[in-house]
């Protein structure tokens, strides 16, 4: 099959297209034909050598892990699929490929109603989501969530979880054509960062009061300021640090302290217990349309280095995927 695989650690090193021995289903695995694969800031921080996994994963490793295509043959002991069925989920081989190996208890059934190139955005972005504002945050109906970074793929999604959990919504983006594109997500206000000030608008949202709860996308950014952002008892979940950025920052402790803040990281790789009940619960909305990805860009398996080009850049809306 064909892969794009990771050779030298650096995005200085391309992305090479290759072809690589099929995978096969193990024990509660299924084998999945991909069609469509999801591009993720994760992937490209491994890629990079900055993120802690990077050098703990042997060289050459195909690259990615979010994917969406038909079942071809299921494993020992794996019994709810069959061939043909079509699923969505993380590969535990590699997702920029033609075939991909789905722990059965963590592979979601794809509504007919959904495109493969959706079913690819939702094992990273939707799952974080959910782990940000149901699990870290615990949100309730009633509070305002601020997203930061409201158009990405992370981003859109939690606007439209946030809206179907009871909360008021903000978001900040960059653009006006971002800013649009979050009100038709679900959010109440917007913000755009670069021409207005942040922190002025939220008071002005929310009363004075702050936001219960961030989705924050860009901790190096944004973290400091954060933390005058939120509601007494409020909680800042840190979903990313920014896309392409690695650092540290000086983290502000009396404003943390004086609005008995929470600041709440998290990991998608710690999560892997939980996927078999989150995948349940997002069933139903995935079903109904309650919650639906948007593709901004679709590029072939060959230009999956082009495609991390373009998530560096911000310059889209929603998903990044790859065809396969």
Known sequence: ????????????????????????????????????????????????????????????????????????????????????????????TGGYAEKGVLPAAATGILPEGMSFQEGASLPIPLVTAWNALVIKAETGPGETVLVQGGA????????????????????????????????????????????????????????????????????????????????????VVIVGTGTGKEGEIIFPIRAAMGRDARVIALSSGHLTPHHPGIIRRLAPLLEGGAIRPHIGKELPLEAAGEAHELVLSGKFLGKVVLMV
């Open 1 to 92: 099959m064909k892969a794009a695989s990771v050779h030298e650690l650096g995005l200085e090193n391309p992305l090479v297209v290759e072809d690589v021995p099929d995978p096969q289903a193990g024990p509660g695995q299924v084998l999945v034909s991909v069609r469509a694969a999801g591009v993720n800031p994760l992937e490209i921080s491994i890629r990079s050598g900055e993120n802690p996994r990077s050098k703990g994963i042997p060289r050459p490793f195909i690259c990615g892990s979010d994917i969406a295509g038909e079942v071809e043959a299921v494993g020992e002991g794996v019994e709810g699929f069959k061939a043909g069925d079509r699923v969505w989920g993380r590969s535990v």
């Open 152 to 235: 990405g793929g992370v981003g859109h999604l939690a606007i439209q979880l946030a809206r179907r959990m009871g909360c008021r919504v903000l978001a900040t983006v960059s653009s006006g054509e971002k800013g649009d594109f979050c009100l038709k997500a679900g959010a109440d206000a917007v913000i755009n960062y670069r021409a207005e000030d942040v922190a002025a608008r939220v008071m002005e949202e929310t009363g004075g009061r702050g936001v219960e709860a961030i989705v924050e996308n860009a901790a190096l950014d944004n973290l400091a300021a954060d933390l005058s952002l939120v509601a007494v008892n409020g909680r």
